[in-house]
């Protein structure tokens, strides 16, 4: 069986997103220099007050960092040990976990992209967003749209700063849709999926990217694989 390196990261700072759900910033701790591929997850180890020892995988939220930082996007799970301890750590206090794993990260080449994400289905994608908007050669002469679903308002996570990266680049586009909106929300009302076909139309010459519980990644994929879309185009990974 293959043996993977064990870290240490200590908690900076969290930030709550919603009732239930925060952002949590960490440093890796004793390394130089901890590098991970946008998209890609950690197995976060604990004990449980029990004895028993539990893992989980969670997306990093994060690009690379120089500093060897990254974040999670965690929602508080009813009766779940591990989102519960994360959710509650104070700053300062430490984690142990192994990583980074996954293929779920940009794949060459660049070209026009749709991300599609519900809930903390986010978090890879914020990662690969913000390293592809990063630098100019990462995204120039390429359209980027985030179709971000959520149930209310104040589930839109990154709100503001998805905002701002949109207003900065002309080549990005935010675009939320609320399955539960309030009567005086003027965005877009519905599913992700129901506006898909606005994005891409009729073309399969893009890439997707799309993040979240199983029933919408199907549907996704469903309707661009009925375009005919070409499997190796549509990245998927799905959060049950």
């Given at each position: 069986?293959?043996?993977?390196?064990?870290?240490?990261?200590?908690?900076?700072?969290?930030?709550?997103?919603?009732?239930?759900?925060?952002?949590?910033?960490?440093?890796?701790?004793?390394?130089?220099?901890?590098?991970?591929?946008?998209?890609?997850?950690?197995?976060?180890?604990?004990?449980?007050?029990?004895?028993?020892?539990?893992?989980?995988?969670?997306?990093?939220?994060?690009?690379?960092?120089?500093?060897?930082?990254?974040?999670?996007?965690?929602?508080?799970?009813?009766?779940?040990?591990?989102?519960?301890?994360?959710?509650?750590?104070?700053?300062?206090?430490?984690?142990?976990?192994?990583?980074?794993?996954?293929?779920?990260?940009?794949?060459?080449?660049?070209?026009?992209?749709?991300?599609?994400?519900?809930?903390?289905?986010?978090?890879?994608?914020?990662?690969?967003?913000?390293?592809?908007?990063?630098?100019?050669?990462?995204?120039?002469?390429?359209?980027?749209?985030?179709?971000?679903?959520a149930r209310r308002e104040q589930d839109i996570y990154y709100r503001e700063e998805f905002e701002t990266l949109a207003a900065k680049h002309a080549n990005f586009h935010f675009l939320p849709t609320l399955s539960r909106?309030?009567?005086?929300?003027?965005?877009?009302?519905?599913?992700?999926?129901?506006?898909?076909?606005?994005?891409?139309?009729?073309?399969?010459?893009?890439?997707?990217?799309?993040?979240?519980?199983?029933?919408?990644?199907?549907?996704?994929?469903?309707?661009?694989?009925?375009?005919?879309?070409?499997?190796?185009?549509?990245?998927?990974?799905?959060?049950?």
């Amino acid at each position: 069986m293959a043996q993977f390196q064990s870290f240490e990261a200590r908690v900076l700072r969290t930030v709550p997103l919603s009732e239930f759900t925060k952002h949590i910033e960490l440093g890796v701790s004793g390394v130089a220099h901890f590098g991970f591929a946008p998209g890609q997850w950690l197995s976060v180890k604990a004990t449980t007050p029990d004895g028993e020892e539990m893992t989980r995988a969670y997306s990093i939220a994060s690009p690379p960092s120089e500093n060897s930082h990254f974040a999670f996007c965690l929602n508080r799970v009813q009766d779940g040990y591990m989102s519960n301890y994360l959710c509650n750590l104070d700053t300062g206090a430490q984690i142990a976990f192994q990583g980074p794993f996954g293929n779920f990260i940009l794949h060459p080449p660049a070209r026009d992209t749709v991300f599609i994400a519900t809930g903390t289905g986010i978090a890879p994608l914020r990662s690969m967003l913000h390293w592809l908007l990063a630098e100019p050669d990462r995204h120039q002469e390429r359209q980027f749209w985030l179709l971000f679903g959520a149930r209310r308002e104040q589930d839109i996570y990154y709100r503001e700063e998805f905002e701002t990266l949109a207003a900065k680049h002309a080549n990005f586009h935010f675009l939320p849709t609320l399955s539960r909106p309030e009567a005086d929300w003027n965005g877009r009302r519905g599913y992700v999926q129901e506006h898909l076909p606005e994005i891409v139309g009729n073309r399969t010459d893009m890439h997707a990217y799309i993040c979240g519980l199983a029933k919408m990644v199907k549907a996704n994929r469903d309707f661009l694989k009925n375009l005919g879309w070409d499997r190796s185009s549509i990245r998927y990974e799905r959060y049950d």
